[in-house]
């Protein structure tokens, strides 16, 4: 009795996970990796050969997490990095 209580209670608990569609997935994915090249680029702004070695290195490395994400296939993976390779930090007011 003890387990199928336990099972009951676990499809009755409150701690459901909310589900996100591909598309909300792979927005989210795209505003923290914007996030993280903000964060990394903003300091470089007046150094622009730095600015450029370092983005191209950090797009390098997301090119190779996302290769790993199963919600993305290659064509979706090379959309994401030229989204990325356009994106240029500003400064927050």
Known sequence: M???SSIINKFNSKDRRVVQSKQEKREEII???EKRLHDALLPLKADQEVFIERKSELL???SVELSHNIFFDKDEIRGIIRELAHYEPQQLS
């Open 60 to 62: 390098r490395a997301f």
């Open 2 to 4: 003890n387990i199928f």
């Open 31 to 33: 505003v923290n990796y």
